[in-house]
């Protein structure tokens, strides 16, 4: 079992910065994957950043050149360093965790965006 806790988020300005953090603990495998994810009301949820182990990134073309994913491995802990926000930005942001064969979510945490 891996659980998951996101901190961070919260009310921003358009133009402004938010970091959110994510932090997993319980049976962490060496090689896995962790990411961000967020949906927005009356939406699918899609994909934000992914860092691998070895810190590999990939990242949504939406989210680009704005956004930083990173991670501790000491400390099994991703960020994501939101810059530029912008109002569309707004939505629930959930951290995921890939490793072992099995995915993990945590409880997610709103970033809402005022223009």
């Known amino acids: 079992q891996v659980r998951l806790v996101e901190s961070g988020g919260g009310l921003g300005q358009a133009g402004g910065s938010l970091r959110l953090s994510c932090a997993a603990s319980g049976i962490i495998f060496s090689s896995n994957v962790m990411g961000w994810y967020r949906q927005a009301p009356g939406k699918q949820r899609e994909l934000v950043a992914t860092?691998?182990?070895?810190?590999?990134?990939n990242y949504a073309d939406s989210v680009k050149g704005r956004f930083t994913i990173s991670r501790d491995n000491a400390k099994n802990t991703v960020y994501l360093q939101m810059n530029s926000l912008k109002p569309e930005d707004t939505a629930v942001y959930y951290c995921?965790?890939?490793?072992?064969?099995?995915?993990?979510w945590g409880q997610g945490t709103q970033v809402t965006v005022s223009s």
């Open positions: 995921r965790y890939q490793g072992g064969g099995r995915t993990y």
């Open positions: 860092i691998t182990s070895g810190r590999s990134t």
